[in-house]
C-alpha cells in the first residue's frame, strides 16, 4: 500500500509542478541564478503533508509513512523547479532560514561542503506538528540550453509530536524543458527511488 501511495504523490507532484514550471518559462531568458539553499528552505515549509500525517489514526500507519514521503517528494520538487541556470552556493557555513507568513513553521538551511559535491544541512520545524531533519546532496545538475536536470538525495528523519518517526532515504532526480510551451503531456518530471521505514514497523521503498 505505502508503494502505491508513493508512486502516486510522484505523479501529482509532477503534474502540479509542471504547470508552475511554464509560468516561469516565459521568464527563463531574464532569470536571475537562485540561490539553492534558499529555495530549499521555502520548500520545506510546504508541511501539509506533515499535518496530515499527525492526524493519522492508530492502526493506519501505513498511510503516515506515505504523506511524510509525499512531503520529501514535494521538497524535492520545490527546490528545483523553475531553476533557469547552475543554482547559486553559498560559502561553507552560511545558513538560510525561512518562515511562513503566521510563524507557524521555521526552516533553516547550512552549506556544508562543496567538493566533492555540495552538501547541506536543514531543519524544519512546524508547531504542533513535528520536526523534519536531515541532510542533502547535489550530485549532478546538468543545464543544456533550456533542458535542466538535477539529482539531489536527501536522507531525512521526521519527527511528529505523536511519538510517530519516520526515516527517508531518496535518491531523486528533478528534470524539465524550461522553455517549452503549452502542449499535451508533461513537460517535468520527478522519478527516483525512496528507501521508508518508521517506528511502527512499516517499510517500503
Not at 152 to 166: C, F, H, K
Not at 167 to 185: C, H, K, M, Q, T
Request: charged letters at 20%; aromatic letters at 6%.
Amino acid at each position: 500500500m505505502v508503494n502505491v501511495v508513493v508512486r502516486r504523490a510522484l505523479g501529482v507532484v509532477a503534474l502540479a509542478g509542471g504547470a508552475a514550471l511554464l509560468n516561469a518559462s516565459a521568464r527563463y531568458a531574464t532569470s536571475k541564478r537562485m540561490d539553492a539553499s534558499q529555495k530549499l528552505a521555502d520548500a520545506l515549509l510546504q508541511w501539509d503533508r506533515l499535518k496530515e500525517a499527525s492526524e493519522v489514526e492508530d492502526g493506519e500507519s501505513e498511510a503516515a509513512l506515505a504523506a511524510c514521503s509525499a512531503y520529501l517528494i514535494n521538497v524535492a520538487y520545490q527546490a528545483a523547479y523553475g531553476m533557469a541556470g547552475p543554482p547559486t552556493i553559498d560559502a561553507i557555513g552560511v545558513e538560510k532560514t525561512a518562515t511562513t507568513g503566521e510563524g507557524e513553521a521555521t526552516s533553516s538551511v547550512i552549506t556544508t561542503a562543496h567538493e566533492p559535491e555540495t552538501r547541506w544541512q536543514f531543519e524544519m520545524e512546524a508547531k504542533g506538528t513535528g520536526r523534519v531533519s536531515g541532510s542533502r546532496r547535489l550530485t549532478s545538475a546538468r543545464f543544456t540550453g533550456h533542458k535542466v536536470s538535477m539529482r539531489t538525495p536527501d536522507t531525512v528523519s521526521i519527527r511528529l509530536e505523536n511519538g510517530y518517526v519516520a526515516s527517508i532515504e531518496s535518491d531523486l532526480e528533478f528534470s524539465g524543458n524550461l522553455l517549452s510551451a503549452p502542449i499535451v503531456g508533461r513537460t517535468t518530471a520527478v522519478f527516483g527511488t525512496a528507501s521508508l521505514s518508521d517506528n511502527r514497523g512499516n517499510v517500503g521503498l
